[in-house]
């Protein structure tokens, strides 16, 4: 028994019915801070964050229920998303995207989490084009202003939003955020809190320019906390597939 104050670190699932424990849990975790927050559960939205999970595991975790996954990664969406073409899955790719990987987004991905720059909006615009697709799209706010963070400055965000309706390919579903990685409960629970008001604004200010408004914020430490201040979509890796080798920032 380990006597260190660390906490123990999430276990590997390694069948069908280890996934469908951990989903269960996560989705009771879902239930339950959604009736704290006097939310309907059912307008909440779980993202399995499947980064660095090989393609044979991620197949018994589907066979355990899962039907959409997120990668941060646009080369591991890619080569997981043909490993795994024989099955019916929906791809958000929810890391920053190079302009020259806008490709393999439009190839193989059904929604982008991270869009904060008008050249990734025309890249991924032509390519869309020539694949006859198009992509659903969060705009990521820097909420935290930490430096090594991507995404819009808050006061960025109306402007960048007016420019979005020129690309017919792209679908704007809402915002994303990731919070300060911190143990003070009110400096995540700020994070959250702006990225809600901002999206408010948008829907006051111009509520065409939205779409449904989605919140995507909160991931494996603190999305119970996201729920109650408004998320619509949680992005969960760790408490579904384990702890990885390395910390991550986007789920």
Known sequence: MSTSATPAPHPTP?????????????????????????????????????????SERLRLAIEAGMTELGENN???????????SDLDLHWAVIGPL????????????????????????EALERRLEAEDRTLDVYVQVNTSAEEAKSGLNPDELPEFLATLPQF????VRGLMTLAVHSEDVEQVRGCFQLLRQLRDNAREATPELI???????????DFEL?????????????SIFGARPAPAMQE
């Open 14 to 54: 390694e069948s069908v019915a280890e996934f469908r424990e951990n989903l269960d849990a996560v989705r009771a975790r879902i239930d339950a801070a959604a009736q704290r927050a006097g939310r309907d559960a059912s307008e909440i939205r779980l993202l399995p964050v499947s980064k660095t999970v090989p």
């Open 74 to 84: 646009v080369q591991e969406v890619s080569r997981k998303a043909q490993e795994l």
């Open 98 to 121: 190079q302009t020259n990987k806008a490709r393999d987004v439009a190839r193989y991905a059904h929604e982008f989490q991270a869009l904060d720059r008008i050249k990734v909006a």
């Open 168 to 171: 017919s390919r792209l679908r």
């Open 211 to 221: 779409g449904p408004g989605d919140l995507s914020m909160g991931m494996s430490g």
């Open 226 to 238: 996201a729920i109650a201040e408004g998320a619509n979509v949680v992005r969960v890796g760790q």
